[in-house]
């Protein structure tokens, strides 16, 4: 009896971990999704390009890239952590490639910047790819290149760094868009980000 207690017990530990546990390891073990990771700013304004594209199976707005676990909001926008505002994609390849990915990335950010994006300053607002392996590391840095030759920009100071710890931020950031549209566009508005974005890429 003593033995059958103690192993319900493991076992509901071992599930009560999974989730927190998946919140940090970006690693996918389904075989059928795989997790891009990038930051551009405000986390808010990166959800909705992911969201529309189909084969991006959810977003998750969080922090990463930095050294304390665990940051909260009020930490990470103080600029204390290290972190980036980021996003966690979970896409489907067979349904939407990194390159896309990428592609719908570099037209929502501005590029030319570094440690800001738009209206938000600080080292927590860097543009940055957070690739997951060899292929997202290959794939960024070849995007980047093309940026590059296209001689569009003077400089480039989007980050290309490994994929670290991914901390979920806290849940009335999710989502943001969808559960306050009025206070998100006028952020978005007062921000300057479409104006400069179509400054930057031209109009959509």
């Known amino acids: 009896m003593r033995i059958s207690l103690l192993v319900l017990f493991l076992a509901a530990l071992a599930v009560l971990a999974a989730p927190a546990a998946e919140g940090k390891n970006m690693s996918d ?83 030319t910047v570094k440690d800001r994006q738009f209206c938000d300053v600080g080292n927590q607002y860097r543009s940055a790819i957070f690739y997951h392996d060899a292929e997202q590391k290959r794939l960024a840095d070849q995007s980047r290149a093309k940026l590059e030759a ?16 991914f901390y979920p931020a806290e849940d009335y950031h999710q989502n943001y868009y969808e559960k306050n549209p009025v206070r998100y566009k006028y952020y978005r508005w007062g921000c300057g980000r479409d104006k400069r974005l179509d400054e930057l890429w031209g109009k959509k």
């Open 29 to 111: 073990n389904d075989g059928k999704t795989a997790v891009a990771t990038f930051a551009g700013g405000c986390f808010w304004c990166m959800e909705p390009p992911f969201d529309k594209l189909e084969g991006v199976v959810s977003t998750t707005s969080g922090y990463t890239g930095g050294q304390t676990e665990n940051p909260t909001y009020e930490e990470v926008s103080a600029g204390t952590t290290g972190h980036a505002e980021a996003l966690r994609v979970v896409y489907d390849p067979a349904k939407v490639s990194y390159q896309k990915l990428l592609e719908v990335f570099w037209r929502n950010i501005d590029p």
């Open 150 to 165: 296209s001689g569009k920009f003077d400089a480039i100071h989007t980050e290309i760094v490994p994929a670290g710890p």
